[in-house]
């Protein structure tokens, strides 16, 4: 079984002019997602995991397989190194 992703429940998120804007109070650091992430972001539960999210983006976006796996992983890299996100 896949390994689900659950935002990390102390961060403060908005959305402006769509994108997502995350607050993690702890460490006083902002990030910013735009489109993708924004969609990846709002499928991040707990309850799917990083192969559910990259079919349904898949399905939403038009681009490669190859590229978005890539970009998603580089994404997933950097949010769990902010604390974002958790993977259980």
């Known amino acids: 079984m896949s390994n689900l992703i659950r935002k990390n429940p102390d961060?403060?998120?908005?959305?402006?002019?769509?994108?997502?804007v995350l607050l993690n109070p702890k460490t006083g650091g902002c990030f910013g997602l735009q489109a993708v992430g924004a969609s990846f972001w709002g499928m991040v539960?707990?309850?799917?995991?990083?192969?559910d999210?990259?079919?349904?983006?898949?399905d939403e976006y038009d681009v490669e397989e190859?590229?978005?796996t890539r970009d998603i992983h580089s994404l997933l890299a950097?949010?769990?190194?902010?604390?974002?996100?958790?993977?259980?």
Not at 45 to 50: A, C, K, T, Y
Request: charged share 35%; hydrophobic share 50%; aromatic share 6%.
């Open 11 to 20: 961060i403060k998120w908005k959305e402006v002019d769509g994108e997502i």
């Open 78 to 88: 950097v949010m769990r190194e902010k604390e974002l996100i958790f993977i259980d």
């Open 66 to 68: 190859d590229t978005l």
């Open 53 to 58: 999210i990259l079919v349904a983006l898949l």
């Open 45 to 51: 539960d707990g309850n799917h995991s990083l192969e």
